[in-house]
């Protein structure tokens, strides 16, 4: 299980019109929400947005580390399978950045690079994950600024995944849909571990629907020996149909609070003025797997 970090931790999500803040605190001898806020960001950036944040956060005294979800769009994410690593650890990193940065056609210094290995057998899955270098360092001298230190940055889908396998559990192969406002993440586990991700757009249902399929499509015919026995969905209730017949498998609709309750013990989508995957975003983000 998952834990909430010290009180002088808060995590922020990042929406690119808005920001979401969340911090917990322990209140009779169980990890709950305490602090939340939604804020408008300003679309000229500068000092504008250093002056954003500065008055947010003076609302969450004692804060000093920040955790930072941003959207999945803002990186690019891929899980690399490759038929050998070299055994010395300098040139297995070299190796797994430079075909990183590769898939984003940057050089390795222009990038952020955060990797995992996620299998160590014949094929030794890696999942990368590549933000350009200027943004990370942009909201890292914002806070560094403010006097704050952001400890951990991660991407929505991935900090939404710290809820569902709290809630959920992380076993067996099954998939993980996640729509956002613009567009939606498709997650593939096998054995529990992931095994594959996408993020596409989809404007509409329609769109969403289609591409949806086709994410699976991709992934079974990539890998034929993939079998999904169960498909989440999260954001969008009325595609749980459409996938259940269409696909022939279970497939199990969830809401935001479902998750929010497993991870803070309360409901708080009604008062934080936030989307509510905007703050699952910010509450995975704030707990520690």
Not at 51 to 72: C, M, R, T, Y
Not at 135 to 163: A, Q
Not at 165 to 193: M, N, P, Q
């Amino acid at each position: 299980m998952g834990k909430f970090p010290k009180k002088r931790t808060i995590a922020i999500a990042l929406t690119g019109k808005t920001a979401v803040f969340v911090r917990a605190e322990i209140s009779g001898g169980t990890e709950v929400l305490k602090d939340l806020k939604t804020i408008a960001l300003p679309s000229a950036g500068g000092e504008g947005l250093v002056d954003s944040f500065k008055a947010a956060l003076e609302e969450f005294p004692g804060a000093q580390d920040i955790n930072l979800s941003i959207p999945d769009t803002m990186a690019k994410t891929s899980v690399l399978t490759f038929e050998e690593l070299p055994r010395d650890k300098n040139e297995s990193d070299s190796l797994i950045k430079w075909k990183s940065a590769g898939s984003v056609f940057l050089k390795p210094e222009e990038c952020s690079i955060d990797y995992q290995l996620l299998t160590e057998g014949e094929k030794k899955k890696v999942l990368s994950v590549v933000v350009k270098k200027d943004i990370i360092e942009g909201y890292e001298g914002i806070f560094s600024r403010l006097g704050k230190r952001v400890t951990r940055v991660n991407i929505h889908s991935f900090d939404i995944f710290n809820l569902f396998s709290e809630k959920k559990g992380a076993k067996g192969d099954f998939s993980l849909v996640v729509r956002f406002k613009d567009y939606f993440s498709f997650l593939a586990f096998k054995d529990g571990i992931l095994d594959f991700y996408r993020c596409k757009e989809a404007e509409d249902e329609t769109g969403l629907f289609s591409e949806v399929l086709a994410s699976f499509a991709f992934y079974t015919g990539r890998f034929p020996e993939a079998r999904i026995e169960k498909v989440y969905i999260l954001g969008a209730d009325g595609l749980s149909a459409k996938l259940r017949e269409a696909l022939e498998t279970d497939v199990e609709s969830v809401r935001a609070d479902e998750f929010l309750r497993a991870g803070g013990g309360v409901n708080p989508i009604s008062i934080a003025g936030a989307d509510p995957l905007d703050l699952l975003s910010a509450v995975g983000a704030l707990v520690v797997p």
